[in-house]
C-alpha cells in the first residue's frame, strides 16, 4: 500500500518549504513560540501574498483549487516549522463557509479581504459553563431596528487579540429545539462592547 499522497502533495511539500526558508526566520519561530498565539498578521499577509490563505478555496473565487492532500501538507509542513498557523485555519474554514452559506456582500467584500490578508478571524462558540456545546450556546442577539444587539461571554476565541472579527454563535430564538435559533454573526473585535 503506498501512503504518500500524491506528486501535487510533494509539491506543495517542496513550496512551502522554500517560502519557509525565504520568509520565516529562526527568530520569528522563536517569537511565534514564546508568544502562543497562533496568529502573526504579518507572516500570514506573507501567506496570503503566495496564494496560500485561499488555497483550497475554489478557483471560481479566487482561490488555488488545491485537493485535501494538499491543504493537509501545507498544515503540516507549517506545523513542523514552527509557524503560527491557527489563524489561518480559521480563516480558511470561515472563507469556505462565506463561500458556501454567506451573501453576495460576504463573497464580494469579505472573502477577498480574507484571501488578501488583509483581515483575519477568531471562532467564538465556546461559553463559559457550556464549553463547546453548542446547543447549549446562551449568548443572545437581539434585534433591535437595524441592529443586533448581542450579550454573552465567549472563551477560548483562540487568535481574538490579533484579529479583525469574531465568527460568533449567538443565540437569536428560544422558541424551539436547543440546537435551533442559533445565529452566526461576524463581530468587528473594535465594535462597542467587545472585549
Do not use: C
Not at 95 to 116: K, N, Q, W
Not at 157 to 162: D, E, G, K, V
Amino acid at each position: 500500500m503506498d501512503f504518500r499522497l500524491g506528486p501535487k502533495a510533494e509539491q506543495v511539500r517542496r513550496d512551502i518549504r522554500a517560502f519557509l526558508a525565504e520568509h520565516f526566520s529562526e527568530a520569528e519561530r522563536r517569537a511565534a513560540h514564546a508568544e502562543g498565539g497562533g496568529h502573526d498578521h504579518a507572516l500570514y499577509r506573507k501567506l496570503a501574498a503566495e496564494g496560500w490563505v485561499s488555497a483550497g478555496w475554489p478557483r471560481e473565487y479566487g482561490g488555488g483549487g488545491r485537493d485535501p492532500y494538499e491543504i493537509l501538507t501545507l498544515y503540516w509542513e507549517l506545523s513542523k516549522a514552527g509557524f503560527p498557523w491557527f489563524g489561518l485555519v480559521n480563516n480558511s474554514f470561515i472563507g469556505h463557509t462565506l463561500l458556501a452559506m454567506g451573501s453576495d456582500h460576504h463573497r464580494r467584500e469579505i472573502v477577498p479581504r480574507i484571501a488578501s490578508g488583509e483581515i483575519a478571524f477568531a471562532l467564538g462558540y465556546s461559553e463559559p459553563g457550556s464549553g463547546s456545546d453548542v446547543a447549549a450556546a446562551r449568548t443572545t442577539a437581539t434585534r433591535e431596528g437595524d441592529d443586533w444587539i448581542i450579550d454573552g461571554q465567549k472563551m477560548w476565541t483562540t487568535t481574538a487579540h490579533a484579529v479583525q472579527y469574531i465568527f460568533m454563535l449567538t443565540r437569536t430564538s428560544t422558541q424551539d429545539r436547543p440546537h435551533r435559533g442559533l445565529t452566526m454573526f461576524l463581530v468587528p473585535t473594535d465594535a462597542d462592547g467587545v472585549d
